[in-house]
T-cell receptor, first 111, second 114 residues
């Protein structure tokens, strides 16, 4: 079945460091891929998405490229801020009906 | 912009009681999804509805039921509550069932079972 595997956390970085959170997926067909972010005490917010191979999603300085050959959708940001501290979920949707989430990666940024 | 509205935001119940959570999707969104997120866990899909009909079912216990009404709002009914039902319950909505459509999530309803 479809699944998402993402880098385990927690990840702790200093402000302005480079961020990579790895995400790989298993799916039949051509899924859409997403990164959602969950700030403390809040719901899930869409960060970015890509709907086909080689698409790059970007938002708030975060980027992820849909790589079909490696079945990956790694999240990157060149310079993180304290306000980026949150839990990040990689997710896929390959059919009508639902999104499947990865296990989440907690990111903490030190000032 | 209007978002997905969930109520109540917090709910405390005793074991074996019942609880009802409500979800009001974004206007014109006809698809609603329910997810359960335990402490430190990823959201687990429970059930979804499209045009008032169940469209998919995930790991929803038999003690739980849900429906979508004519105004597209949805309710999740939970009976014979157990301690393990304590979780954050998210509702999300989207415009139709296309896999490329983004799900917009509500802020969640936190259920605590004592």
């Amino acid at each position: 079945g479809n699944s998402v595997t993402q880098m385990e956390g927690p990840v702790t970085l200093s402000e302005e460091a480079f961020l990579t959170i790895n995400c790989t997926y298993t799916a039949t067909g051509y899924p859409s891929l997403f990164w959602y972010v969950q700030y403390p005490g809040e719901g899930l917010q869409l960060l970015l998405k890509a709907t086909k191979a080689d698409d790059k999603g970007s938002n708030k300085g975060f980027e992820a490229t849909y790589r079909k050959e490696t079945t990956s959708f790694h999240l990157e940001k060149g310079s993180v801020q304290v306000s980026d501290s949150a839990v990040y979920f990689c997710a896929l949707s390959s059919s009508a009906s639902k999104i499947i989430f990865g296990s989440g990666t907690r990111l903490s940024i030190r000032p | 912009a209007a978002g997905v509205i969930q109520s109540p935001r917090h709910l405390i119940k005793e074991k074996r009681e019942t609880a009802t959570l409500k979800c009001y999707p974004i206007p014109r969104h006809d698809t609603v999804y329910w997810y359960q997120q335990g402490p430190g866990q990823d959201p687990q899909f429970l059930i979804s509805f499209y045009e008032k009909m169940q469209s998919d079912k995930g790991s929803i216990p038999d003690r739980f039921s849900a429906q979508q009404f004519s105004d597209y709002h949805s309710e999740l009914n939970m009976s014979s509550l157990e301690l393990g039902d304590s979780a954050l319950y998210f509702c999300a909505s989207s415009l139709d069932l296309s896999g490329a459509n983004v799900l917009t999530f509500g802020a969640g309803s936190r259920l605590t079972v004592l």
